[in-house]
């Protein structure tokens, strides 16, 4: 290796020269370019916008994402989900152990390397900061570089399922990150569509987990608009299946908010044996009126010492808005409000 330029320099220089290897390749502006040489590069750009201070390991984490990717063929593993994840385990450790070798070639200590591949190898995830950063920026890169490509070969119903999943490994800062993203408008419209009318809140996943015992707020904002009140009992005579359909259910169009009313219709007489009640449907709610914010959500934010403004109110989503809505409401817990404000990044 070359002595007269750091080591770190010259991990990027030996990370990009494998990848210069890479068979397959992909245009940008008018050039065509090994796919992992780009990749490697987006990966560094957006780890450079989203956290300019991220470590020396994150950085080479980054850099070195998918090396020698091309080398390991999915088709060398069964063509199914099982399959699917051991592919990308074995592609984890084969880039771990390729960049292992660069870095000991560049001079690397081995606490450092370790660094690396346990960013590599996703270890960690729910506890290391680091890892997390890592995975942020991979689920930034793809939405801004590869979600076109991809939504171009699938059904709608498998792309949505896909944004709502990589969303959510993504932590609050990286959702809002999203936004400021150069997407395409058919990249804009599916986010749009797979968090409008889908998305469960991090707040609500603490006490819901994987059965969604509790209403989501999702449901909840569909059923206001579409007039039907749902018990908590009716809910929970449902399977988990029937729960997440109805979370998942796209009704934002007046002909989807009447199907979705039809078939809260049916299963609550099929699962709970009673007839849906009815309840008015509010031609201006609170929530969806941005000239002004209304005066309960401005007392309970006044309750913790925080202040939010029209422009905040304005910038969140109809659901975002529905949720702080309902939970200023005196019957509801300070906790979950407190963690929606945080959520939303109106709060500390």
């Not at 300019?52 to 080398?71: D, F, M």
């Not at 939504?151 to 792309?159: I, N, P, Q, Y």
């Not at 309902?326 to 990044?345: D, T």
Request: glycine letters at 4%.
């Amino acid at each position: 290796m070359n002595n007269s330029i750091g080591k770190f320099e010259q991990a990027i220089a030996a990370f990009d020269r494998y990848n210069e290897g890479d068979p397959n390749h992909e245009e940008f502006e008018g050039k065509k370019f090994p796919k992992e040489i780009l990749y490697a590069q987006r990966m560094t750009e957006r780890l450079t916008h989203f956290e300019p201070s991220a470590s020396e390991a994150v950085k080479l984490a980054a850099r070195c994402q998918h090396i020698g990717r091309w080398e390991i063929l999915r088709s060398s593993y069964p063509m199914d989900k099982k399959g699917y994840l051991q592919w990308r385990n074995a592609e984890r450790i084969h880039h771990a152990k390729i960049a292992e070798q660069i870095l000991i070639e560049c001079g690397y200590e081995a606490e450092t390397i370790e660094r690396v591949k346990t960013l590599v190898l996703k270890k960690e995830l729910a506890t290391n900061a680091q890892t997390q950063l890592l995975e942020d920026v991979v689920c930034l890169v793809f939405i801004e570089h590869y979600l076109d490509e991809f939504a171009d070969k699938h059904e709608t119903g498998k792309v949505i399922d896909i944004i709502q999943k990589t969303i959510k490994k993504m932590t609050p800062k990286a959702i809002a990150a999203v936004d400021h993203l150069q997407v395409s408008d058919k990249t804009k419209s599916l986010l749009k569509l797979a968090t409008s009318t889908t998305q469960l809140f991090g707040f609500e996943e603490i006490f819901m987990k994987d059965d969604i015992r509790c209403i989501p707020m999702v449901v909840r904002f569909k059923l206001d608009k579409c007039g039907i009140k749902l018990k908590l009992s009716q809910w929970n005579s449902f399977t988990i299946a029937e729960r997440n359909r109805l979370a998942r259910y796209e009704a934002t169009s007046q002909a989807q908010l009447l199907s979705y009313r039809k078939l809260v219709e049916l299963m609550v007489l099929d699962r709970a044996g009673e007839t849906a009640t009815e309840m008015p449907i509010e031609p201006n709610p609170a929530w969806a009126q941005v000239a002004e914010i209304h005066e309960a959500l401005l007392n309970k934010v006044k309750e913790f010492g925080w202040t939010i403004s029209l422009d905040q109110w304005k910038s969140l989503s109809d659901l975002q808005r529905f949720a702080l809505t309902k939970l200023s409401r005196p019957s509801h817990e300070n906790k979950n409000f407190e963690a929606a404000m945080k959520e939303f990044g109106l709060a500390k």
